[in-house]
């Protein structure tokens, strides 16, 4: 579906249901150089780019149970200085085209949305441009401070977590070079998107993997934690996501959590 039919369905929602409560809302940021949809951040978070990134900011707002693309106005606010620069925007479309113009600073961005709702909502989030020192320690430093390719092994553990399987080439380099990009906010994402896929709902089921043994995976490879170290409401509760077919709920709080960055040294 085109950008202004999802603007034009929140309208109609608008025209049937009145003003509309938002329960949540985040911004999708799309790499214009791939097409991609690189990071999700919401209200007063962090964005990382490199300098000369071309990027679109998305607002997205979760209502009715639905996901909208709202009517949204952007403007840069400057905390260092000129990090970045908005090119273009369209309201009606909820996004702005960003260009990441000076390393080594960052920039608010901030937002309002302009659909009739029942709260006024503005808010911002930060652009942080890395210097090329900065690019060079992150991609050959662990997440933690240690060697390695981190993006690498936080791929690698997604898949065993959620996939039980390793990393395949093909489909982990891309995974890898986001997050290596993106940081926490993209293996949140990417998490989530592992979890949604055909294989994690169907295919892992056809090599007759049981809901508990997934749920053992998630705990053991997220979180460091056996079986008898969870606790008995927390794990009836989410097993009983796993069998309603809630993986992503599951994955997503616990790649939330700071359990899982604790034990993942992120």
């Known amino acids: 579906m085109r950008m202004r039919d999802r603007v034009l369905s929140f309208a109609c929602a608008l025209a049937l249901l009145g003003p509309l409560t938002i329960a949540a809302q985040e911004i999708q940021v799309k790499d214009l150089d791939t097409d991609e949809i690189i990071d999700t951040v919401g209200p007063g978070g962090t964005i ?27 403007w840069e606010g400057q905390r260092n200085g000129g990090a970045v620069r908005i090119t273009r925007a369209s309201v009606e479309n909820a996004n702005a085209t960003v260009e990441a113009v000076a390393a080594g600073r960052s920039e608010t961005i901030s937002y309002r949305i302009l659909e009739d709702v029942r709260a006024r909502i503005e808010g911002s989030v930060t652009i942080r441009v890395e210097d090329e020192e900065e690019e060079e320690s992150s991609s050959g430093g662990g997440y933690g401070g240690g060697g390695g390719d981190w993006a690498r092994e936080i791929t690698n553990t997604l898949y065993q977590a959620i996939l039980m399987r390793d990393m395949d080439e093909s489909g982990g380099r891309g995974y890898s070079d986001r997050i290596r990009r993106g940081g926490y906010s993209t293996v949140v994402q990417i998490a989530q998107e592992m979890a949604r896929s055909e294989e994690s709902r169907v295919r892992i089921y056809e090599r007759q993997i049981t809901n508990r043994q997934r749920l053992q995976s998630l705990y053991e490879n997220l979180l460091g934690l056996d079986p008898d170290d969870v606790d008995d409401e927390d794990w009836a509760e989410d097993l009983r996501r796993l069998n309603d077919g809630r993986i992503a709920d599951v994955v997503s709080d616990m790649v939330r959590s700071s359990r899982f960055r604790e034990y993942q040294d992120m």
């Open 48 to 74: 990382t780019l490199s300098q000369g990134d071309h990027v679109r900011l998305i607002m997205s707002v979760q209502a009715k149970g639905r996901t909208y693309y709202p009517q949204t106005e952007y």
